[in-house]
């Protein structure tokens, strides 16, 4: 198969949205097919901050659009592109008079859904949402993922609440999303569990709305209370130590570690030295981060979005909560005091988690591409 997909986010083979892409890129093309992946570096996107907000706001999808033009991309057997970007090229395939390539939507994760999520927390005063916001970028957002998916011939969805929401709308498939390769390998040993630093608990995230950074300073007070020893370490926040910690109870600051940034073989070491993982997120598409820090062996405290949701059960593989201070506060404690509960979820989550391999997403991407080629593009 000669493939095309069309990422609209930045080239980042650790970014949780371009990650997806190169996988696919990397795993399909040792497969023996023909695949080529442009990432939005490559659409000719204003370099000045102001002209390139203004395109990513209002015209992203035509911007992709036209600089998939030049790709050729009526030479492909197939065009993936996602969250709705690439719905101002689809419909100019769908135009062509003759066989056409097939057209993928790919949701990496229903935006109205982060939307919503974050329009709630302005109402509660836990984080602003400007009117531009409110206006403009929610909107239009919602109204491209939407036109991609009645643009195309499929679209891919990667947790369970997308495929009943957008089944309505056009024929959807569930593909799960997978386990990086280099962190399934480095997780087949990991450090005992009895080896780890006690109370150490692991988060990475930015600190955001949709990802639940408003609940977490509460609910480490009520760990803090209970076990005074425990720690946080925060990654990836993009954020200093001051930004951060500054949002924590005055008593549990010293016990923060903020890391903005974080490597693969920094990760890789604090998964191997951490207890407990925390992801509180309050909207997920997937939630990369959850089950690759469970494939080393953390114990996770999760809410009831994405990879959580679907594939999770409380109290056998994962602690699952409400999103609020008090039930993840609640199920840190429960983890972190009692070395017999945290040892045997971790155990089975660690199990579960190792189980979204490359492999297996590799394989529902190949079968469904292969199905679409052999049943041709439909009449447009």
């Known amino acids: 198969m000669k493939i095309l997909l069309l990422s609209h986010s930045p080239n980042d083979p650790d970014g949780g949205a371009s990650r997806i892409y190169h996988l696919l890129h990397d795993g399909l093309t040792a497969r023996g097919h023909d695949v080529d992946v442009r990432h939005q570096e490559d659409y000719d996107i204003p370099a000045r901050p102001f002209p390139r907000l203004l395109v990513d706001r209002l015209a992203m999808p035509q911007w992709l659009s036209r600089a998939a033009v030049r790709a050729h991309p009526e030479s492909y057997d197939l065009v993936m592109s996602s969250s709705g970007m690439g719905y101002p090229l689809f419909r100019r395939l769908r135009a062509i008079d003759g066989p056409r390539p097939a057209l993928v939507s790919h949701v990496h994760g229903m935006a109205i859904y982060d939307h919503g999520v974050t329009l709630a927390e302005a109402r509660l005063g836990h984080f602003p949402a400007s009117l531009a916001y409110r206006l403009i970028t929610a909107p239009f957002a919602d109204r491209w993922e939407y036109a991609g998916v009645a643009a195309a011939d499929i679209t891919v969805v990667q947790n369970l609440r997308d495929l009943g929401q957008l089944r309505s709308r056009g024929e959807v498939v569930h593909i799960p999303a997978a386990v990086h390769p280099e962190l399934l ?37 009520m760990l803090r209370a209970a076990c005074p020893d425990a ?150």
């Open 185 to 221: 390998a480095r997780s087949a040993e990991i450090r005992p569990l009895d080896q780890r630093v006690p109370g150490q608990v692991l988060w990475f995230g930015t600190w955001e709305t949709r990802k639940g950074s408003w609940y977490v300073p509460a609910a480490f007070r």
């Open 231 to 380: 720690r946080l370490v925060v990654g990836g926040t993009g954020k200093s130590q001051a930004e951060i910690a500054g949002h924590f109870a005055p008593e549990d600051r010293q016990a923060v570690t903020v890391l903005p940034r974080v490597s693969r073989a920094e990760q890789i070491r604090l998964m191997n030295e951490s207890q407990v993982f925390l992801f509180p997120s309050l909207s997920e598409g997937f939630g990369l981060a959850l089950p690759e820090a469970m494939s080393f062996g953390l114990a996770a405290v999760t809410t009831l979005v994405g990879f959580g949701a679907d594939h999770l059960t409380d109290r056998v593989d994962a602690r699952l909560v409400l999103a609020t201070s008090e039930h993840i506060g609640r199920a840190l404690v429960d983890l972190v005091q009692d070395d017999d509960a945290r040892r045997r979820i971790a155990a089975q989550g660690r199990e579960v988690a190792r189980s979204f391999t490359p492999e297996r997403m590799l394989d529902g991407y190949e079968r469904l591409f292969s199905g679409l080629l052999r049943a041709g593009a439909p009449a447009s």
